[in-house]
């Protein structure tokens, strides 16, 4: 049992994300998931909304079931189609639960849907948030060290990132990279705008390959040409698959520490092999 990740006397916390599950057996394998994951001692667990198809009944019972294991829950909170009036029943809705930790997002319709709603960009909902509930949540916005797919120009993403901070966010969780140089250029080029809040990289572990190639483009992560060879020229050998994501994305975290990210937050995707293994080794490190 430990709790963060300690290297050089340093303790850091560390968060992990996970999906609502969509059938009963899905939920109590994900029960068992957490309570395996719960030994890293988590600042926080924080639940997506509406991504792939997942409805709200699905984030909120997930987050109920989180917060009733006496952990510190965080939901995931989309805006796009949505209206002030839905928005600030839900707002009630998470209140009640003793959610105190939001991730604020736009989100993604699927294709094919107008956007409609009264919110158009995070920054959007996270005013609304701050205006209508003050300082009763935590809010967390998305970061794109490698740049929103959809945005107009690096510069104008960065701005758009300093915007939603400015309308009231209190730290960031950037998309997953495999490149730290990215992440430390954007946290210092967001600073020179004024942004002064924590940046905490998120970590996707490598555990399949056709999965993550497919994701990645369209989400604003770039694989390196390196990695994706790698991972392609392994084919169907999943336990190589696995033994190279582990060496890498490890790397990663340690670079990412040593150049003193103030988290780590996990897309565990639902798993906990190697979300453990990964912070198994970066203890193993320390002096
Ligand atoms: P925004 O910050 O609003 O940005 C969206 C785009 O608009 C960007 O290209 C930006 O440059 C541009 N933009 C912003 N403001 C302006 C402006 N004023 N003028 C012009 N352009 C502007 N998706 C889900 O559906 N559910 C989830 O639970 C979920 N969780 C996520 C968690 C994290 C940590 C991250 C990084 C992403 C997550 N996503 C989730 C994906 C996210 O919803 C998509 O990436 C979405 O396309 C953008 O959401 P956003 O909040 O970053 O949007």
């Excluded at 409805?55 to 829950?73: C, R």
């Excluded at 935590?138 to 701005?159: F, G, M, N, R, T």
């Excluded at 705008?193 to 999965?211: A, H, K, Y």
Aim: charged share 20%; with cysteine.
């Amino acid at each position: 049992m430990f709790e963060g990740v300690v290297m050089s006397g340093l303790k850091l916390p560390i968060s992990l994300e996970f999906f609502p599950p969509k059938t009963p057996e899905g939920a109590e394998k994900l029960r068992g998931v957490r309570e395996k994951l719960y030994a890293l001692k988590p600042e926080f667990c924080s639940v997506t909304y509406g991504a792939g198809g997942s409805t709200q009944e699905g984030t909120f019972s997930t987050v109920s079931a989180i917060l009733s294991e006496g952990v510190a829950a965080a939901s995931h909170f989309s805006c796009i189609g949505a209206t002030k009036a839905s928005v600030r029943e839900e707002l009630a809705t998470l209140k009640a639960m003793g959610v105190k930790r939001l991730v604020a997002l736009r989100g993604d319709l699927p294709s094919g849907y107008g956007a409609g709603g009264e919110f158009h960009y995070a920054s959007d909902l996270v005013s609304f948030i701050r205006t209508e509930t003050g300082d009763d949540f935590h809010i967390e916005v998305a970061a794109y060290p490698e740049i929103h797919p959809q945005a107009k120009s690096p510069e104008a993403d960065l701005q758009a990132f300093a915007t939603k901070v400015k309308a009231g966010a209190n730290s960031a969780i950037t998309q997953y990279f495999y490149n730290s140089d990215a992440y430390f250029r954007f946290v210092d080029d967001a600073y020179k705008l004024g942004v002064d809040v924590p940046v905490v990289p998120g970590i996707m572990p490598i555990t399949s390959s056709s999965q993550l190639l497919r994701f990645s483009d369209a989400c604003g992560a770039e694989i390196p040409r390196w990695i994706r060879l790698r991972l392609q020229g392994y084919g169907d050998d999943i336990e190589s698959i696995k033994a190279f994501g582990l060496d890498v994305v490890s790397d990663l975290c340690e670079q990412l520490i040593n150049g003193g990210v103030p988290a780590i937050h996990f897309y565990t995707m639902n798993q906990s092999a190697a979300t453990t293994e990964i912070l198994r080794r970066l203890m193993d490190s320390a002096p």
